[in-house]
């Protein structure tokens, strides 16, 4: 079986900074991509940002050069480092993986969400 487990989130003022990670777990051959998506109240889930496994990012408009996704890969871990942070970032995070099973096809595991609250 394959986890994916996020850990960070909380409460901070706008303008503050949050680190968010999520480590994938059990029995994995390789690790195709891994990204953040987020959903707020009454939204879509939307995509945050997302890596390769050859380290090419892409990131939603309204986080360019405020949020950066990172992965060690001898971790399996991957990061959003979360700058400037605006009341509308408030959302439940959650952490995807598009993972190959050493038994099986490639398939997309997902993290239970952590919340992220940006107070004005």
């Known amino acids: 079986q394959v986890q994916v487990v996020e850990s960070g989130g909380g409460l901070v003022q706008a303008g503050g900074s949050l680190r968010l990670s999520c480590a994938a777990s059990?029995?994995?051959?390789?690790?195709?991509?891994m990204g953040w998506y987020r959903q707020a109240p009454e939204k879509q889930r939307e995509l945050v940002a997302r890596?390769?496994?050859?380290?090419?990012?892409n990131y939603t408009d309204s986080v360019k050069g405020r949020f950066t996704i990172s992965m060690d890969n001898g971790k399996n871990t991957v990061y959003l480092q979360m700058n400037s942070l605006k009341p509308e970032d408030t959302a439940v995070y959650y952490c995807?993986?598009?993972?190959?099973?050493?038994?099986?096809?490639?398939?997309?595991?997902w993290g239970q969400g952590t919340q992220v609250t940006v107070s004005s």
């Open positions: 059990g029995s994995i051959r390789s690790i195709n991509a």
């Open positions: 890596i390769s496994k050859l380290g090419t990012t």
């Open positions: 995807n993986g598009n993972i190959r099973r050493r038994y099986g096809e490639s398939r997309d595991y």
